[in-house]
C-alpha cells in the first residue's frame, strides 16, 4: 500500500535516522493485520509523531477536500491514524475505501495504544446520546386519511 506516489512522506525512516534506539525507545506498539495480508504498527506517541499529527492537520485545512465527509475524515481521524502508523499504511482514499471491519481493527488499535486521542470525540458522541435519549418521543398528528 505504501508503493503509492501521493503517500505522505512516512515519519518512521525520518525518526530511525535520527534516533539509533528507536526500537527499544517506544515500549508500547500493536500490530495490526489486515485480510489481504498487508500489516501495519501502531506506535505509541511521541514527540514526532505529535508533530506529525500536527503537520497533517495543518495540511487538511490548507487544502480542503470538497466533500465534507471526505475532509472531516481526513483531518480527524486519517491525520492520527497515519501519524502513528508504520508498515502498509494505506492512503486516505484506500482508508476510506476499506471495509468497515478493516478499519474497525486499525482505529481500534490507534485508541488503546493512544486512549486519549479520541476522548473528546467519544465524550460529543455519548452526550449527543444522552440528549437523544432525553428526548420525548413526538406525537404522531392525526392524518385526516384514516
Given at each position: ?59 487538511a485545512d ?53 486512549p486519549d ?14 440528549d437523544e ?14
Amino acid at each position: 500500500m505504501t508503493d503509492k506516489p501521493d503517500h505522505p512522506d512516512p515519519w518512521l525512516p525520518r525518526w530511525k535516522s535520527e534516533n539509533p534506539f528507536f526500537e527499544n525507545s517506544m515500549l508500547n506498539r500493536e500490530k495490526v493485520k489486515f485480510r489481504d495480508g498487508s500489516a501495519l504498527i501502531v506506535y505509541e506517541e511521541n514527540q514526532i509523531i505529535a508533530e506529525y499529527i500536527l503537520e497533517l492537520e495543518q495540511e487538511a485545512d490548507a487544502n480542503p477536500h470538497t466533500d465534507a465527509a471526505r475532509q472531516l475524515f481526513r483531518k480527524v481521524f486519517y491525520s492520527k491514524l497515519i501519524a502513528c502508523s508504520a508498515g502498509d499504511v494505506p492512503t486516505d482514499e484506500q482508508a476510506r475505501m476499506m471495509p468497515a471491519v478493516e478499519l474497525n481493527k486499525w482505529i481500534e488499535a490507534v485508541r488503546r495504544i493512544n486512549p486519549d486521542w479520541f476522548v473528546n470525540l467519544d465524550n460529543a458522541l455519548s452526550k449527543m446520546t444522552e440528549d437523544e435519549k432525553k428526548r420525548k418521543p413526538r406525537k404522531r398528528r392525526k392524518s385526516g386519511n384514516g
